[in-house]
T-cell receptor
Framework: DAKTTQPTSMDCAEGRAANLPCNHS???????VYWYRQIHSQGPQYIIH?????ETNEMASLIITEDRKSSTLILPHATLRDTAVYYC?????????????WGLGTSLAVNP | GAVVSQHPSWVICKSGTSVKIECRSL??????MFWYRQFPKQSLMLMAT?????????EQGVEKDKFLINHASLTLSTLTVTSAHPEDSSFYIC???????????FGPGTRLTVT
């Protein structure tokens, strides 16, 4: 079962920041939060991941609350090409393997 | 960098036949590869994890004799759907984890239609 919950869908105006929330209240202390996105009928694309601290890269910023029970992915200036399903995922370490447990994601529509 | 390819990108086969899907890491070595299945409007479901040179670890409910996984080299894993049935029609996606790193990089997916 997925360890995250996200809104089913969101809208954002082109050029504005898109803030995508995620709840992961049962996350364990050593489990990472990952964000991927999937454009229709394509493979998922890695965006960012973090454990405790906020993270930023060329694509997005990840804000993790101090209690680690929720996080927010920020796309600072959304474009039409950012329209996709965004998945917030907890990485589970199972023995020697690290598995990504996927939920249903948030369908983000960026509107002109 | 970190490009993963899949072949074929789509395939149509008749019920009862077998289909092989290839997953390649093009510019890195992947000790671990993952196979997922995705039905329309649903999320990705992990089917199995394969480590190079050893047997794949299947998720609960996934038939290992039906979905044969081979990970013979650090850049290639294959998934064979044996005796395919219409209910096996789905979008199959592989991912590869670069040795020494945690991120998974995904292939573009293979659309399988069984008639």
């Amino acid at each position: 079962d997925a360890k995250t919950t996200q809104p089913t869908s969101m809208d954002c105006a082109e050029g504005r920041a898109a803030n995508l929330p995620c709840n992961h209240s049962t996350i364990s202390g050593n489990e990472y939060v990952y964000w991927y996105r999937q454009i229709h009928s394509q493979g998922p694309q890695y965006i960012i991941h973090g454990l405790k601290n906020n993270e930023t890269n060329e694509m997005a910023s990840l804000i993790i609350t101090e209690d680690r029970k929720s996080s927010t992915l920020i796309l600072p200036h959304a474009t039409l090409r950012d329209t996709a399903v965004y998945y917030c995922i907890v990485r589970v370490d199972a023995g020697n393997n690290r598995k990504l447990i996927w939920g249903l994601g948030t369908s983000l529509a960026v509107n002109p | 960098g970190a490009v993963v390819s899949q072949h074929p990108s789509w395939v149509i086969c008749k019920s009862g036949t077998s289909v092989k899907i290839e997953c390649r890491s093009l510019d890195f070595q992947a000790t671990t590869m993952f196979w997922y299945r995705q039905f329309p409007k649903q999320s990705l479901m992990l089917m199995a994890t394969s480590n190079e040179g050893s047997k794949a670890t299947y998720e609960q409910g996934v038939e290992k004799d039906k979905f044969l996984i081979n990970h013979a080299s650090l850049t290639l894993s294959t998934l064979t759907v044996t005796s395919a049935h219409p209910e096996d029609s789905s979008f199959y996606i592989c991912s590869a984890r670069d040795t020494g790193y945690y991120e998974q990089y995904f292939g573009p997916g293979t659309r399988l239609t069984v008639t």
